[in-house]
């Protein structure tokens, strides 16, 4: 005797099936944004890195100390003529 599924077994299959598209298609979504939002991030750290001067990564200070003179890293020539008018 062959078994003929009833309209319910159809209907339940059909809305189980639909369920588990809906659920990848979600889960899709939601690994694709993930990734997006990952990219974005690491593209946004990378301009980050690229865009700020050695100097900053390394943690040297391209303004003196002392007054705030932008000295790029060199020796700041206020604070350097006054030590050496202090030093005669
Ligand atoms: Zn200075």
């Known amino acids: ?26 889960w899709m979504v939601l690994v694709l944004i993930a990734i997006v939002v990952g990219v974005l991030v690491a593209a946004i750290l990378i301009i980050k890195a690229t865009k700020t001067p050695a100097r900053d990564i390394v943690g040297m200070d391209i303004t003196c100390k002392k007054c705030g003179t932008r000295t790029n890293g060199l020796a700041c020539p206020k604070c350097k003529n006054k030590s050496q008018s202090f030093g005669v």
């Open 1 to 26: 005797m062959v078994r003929t599924p009833n309209i319910v077994e159809y209907a339940v299959q059909y809305f189980v099936n639909l369920f588990m598209h809906v659920l990848v298609m979600y």
